[in-house]
């Protein structure tokens, strides 16, 4: 690659990010006049939290992916279960797989020190995701904010909302397309399997039963495949039984690609994007070309981080972003 393309990659986003910004209801530095430390703040929680467990980057831009997805990006993937409710944290998505929630507490118990009641818990989800993705390698990029908490949050709207791991292409091409995101949108989202790891349950049926049979998935890489197998028998229901999603499962690169077109992908909706010719296309692409899709993929989380939000005086600033405020 030449020296000057990676720099026209970053000239693209930067303008790209400023169109979707100013044509937004939210805005890069709403924080400047109210509480100017607030990105520090939140950078400083993630850093420390991620030297600590690296893992970590994977999940708080996972959960930033689950809280607008259901209802928007509201922060109602924070909300504690209540007698009466049970909440999408509780949800078979979400629990025991999404964690990090010590994170955002950590952030917003000093924002709520030196703010108070200033800065969302929604916000501070779109913060900690940006500042994981650049710490594992990604492009950083500028967040607009000015989103405001919602007060509801019911695991019965995971389904329908968030793409299970069996998806095909079709499906998933749908999925986000009800999100308001192209197809090619979401084959760069897709990438964010680039971080993190997964339980045995999400994919085992390709191991083992795979269309209701007994036989193994033949679209695997019978390397790869008895690997698997190693990692999680047959019939394990061990919760603390986790295996990487990519073969760089802490860094943010183009790597999760590469390993689909090696039949690799872990999961039926990471190989399900090789069935059709436009989303292998753009798989191929997106190997080849690394920096474009980190630009690419910074861009589509800049619109992710603007579905649903609610702005002005709708919602709430939460004071404990496991409860609404009284």
């Given at each position: 690659m030449s020296p000057?393309?990676?720099?026209?990659?970053?000239?693209?986003?930067?303008?790209?990010?400023?169109?979707?910004?100013?044509?937004?209801?939210?805005?890069?530095?709403?924080?400047?006049?109210?509480?100017?430390?607030?990105?520090?703040?939140?950078?400083?929680?993630v850093t420390k939290a991620i030297v600590k467990d690296r893992g970590l980057a994977a999940a708080l831009m996972r959960m930033h992916f689950h809280d607008?997805?259901?209802?928007?990006?509201?922060?109602?993937?924070?909300?504690?279960?209540?007698?009466?409710?049970?909440?999408?944290?509780?949800?078979?998505?979400?629990?025991?797989?999404?964690?990090?929630?010590?994170?955002?507490?950590s952030a917003k118990a000093r924002l709520e020190a030196v703010c108070k009641g200033i800065v969302s818990c929604s916000d501070i989800v779109a913060f900690a995701a940006r500042d994981s993705i650049e710490m594992a390698g990604g492009l950083g990029y500028d967040v607009p904010a000015g989103r405001r908490d919602g007060?509801?949050?019911?695991?019965?709207?995971?389904?329908?909302?968030?793409p299970p791991?069996?998806?095909?292409?079709?499906?998933?091409t749908q999925m986000f397309a009800n999100k308001g995101f192209t197809q090619e949108e979401m084959v760069t989202l897709s990438g964010g399997h680039t971080l993190g790891r997964s339980h045995c349950s999400s994919f085992s049926d390709r191991l083992?039963?795979?269309?209701?049979?007994?036989?193994?998935?033949?679209?695997?890489d019978p390397r790869y495949a008895a690997k698997l197998k190693q990692q999680c028998p047959r019939g394990s229901t061990d919760p603390n039984i986790?295996?990487?999603?990519?073969?760089?499962?802490?860094?943010?690169d183009?790597?999760?690609?590469?390993?689909?077109?090696?039949?690799?992908?872990?999961?039926?909706?990471?190989?399900s994007l090789l069935t059709s010719q436009a989303t292998a296309n753009q798989?191929?692409?997106?190997?080849?070309?690394?920096?474009?899709?980190?630009?690419?993929?910074?861009?589509?989380?800049?619109?992710?981080g603007q579905l649903d939000v609610l702005t002005g005086t709708a919602g709430e600033i939460r004071a404990n972003c496991r409860v609404i405020n009284s």
């Amino acid at each position: 690659m030449s020296p000057s393309k990676p720099t026209l990659v970053f000239v693209t986003l930067s303008v790209l990010l400023f169109f979707q910004s100013v044509h937004s209801q939210l805005q890069v530095g709403f924080y400047k006049d109210t509480c100017s430390s607030v990105e520090f703040i939140v950078k400083e929680e993630v850093t420390k939290a991620i030297v600590k467990d690296r893992g970590l980057a994977a999940a708080l831009m996972r959960m930033h992916f689950h809280d607008c997805f259901v209802r928007g990006c509201d922060a109602s993937v924070l909300l504690d279960s209540t007698p009466s409710t049970t909440a999408e944290k509780d949800s078979f998505a979400n629990n025991p797989s999404l964690r990090g929630y010590e994170v955002i507490d950590s952030a917003k118990a000093r924002l709520e020190a030196v703010c108070k009641g200033i800065v969302s818990c929604s916000d501070i989800v779109a913060f900690a995701a940006r500042d994981s993705i650049e710490m594992a390698g990604g492009l950083g990029y500028d967040v607009p904010a000015g989103r405001r908490d919602g007060r509801t949050s019911l695991a019965s709207e995971i389904i329908g909302n968030l793409p299970p791991p069996t998806f095909n292409v079709d499906q998933l091409t749908q999925m986000f397309a009800n999100k308001g995101f192209t197809q090619e949108e979401m084959v760069t989202l897709s990438g964010g399997h680039t971080l993190g790891r997964s339980h045995c349950s999400s994919f085992s049926d390709r191991l083992y039963n795979f269309s209701g049979t007994s036989m193994q998935d033949p679209s695997l890489d019978p390397r790869y495949a008895a690997k698997l197998k190693q990692q999680c028998p047959r019939g394990s229901t061990d919760p603390n039984i986790v295996v990487p999603m990519t073969s760089t499962p802490s860094i943010a690169d183009a790597g999760y690609y590469a390993d689909i077109l090696a039949n690799r992908g872990l999961f039926s909706s990471d190989h399900s994007l090789l069935t059709s010719q436009a989303t292998a296309n753009q798989v191929v692409e997106n190997a080849r070309n690394p920096i474009k899709w980190k630009a690419k993929f910074a861009a589509a989380m800049v619109k992710m981080g603007q579905l649903d939000v609610l702005t002005g005086t709708a919602g709430e600033i939460r004071a404990n972003c496991r409860v609404i405020n009284s």
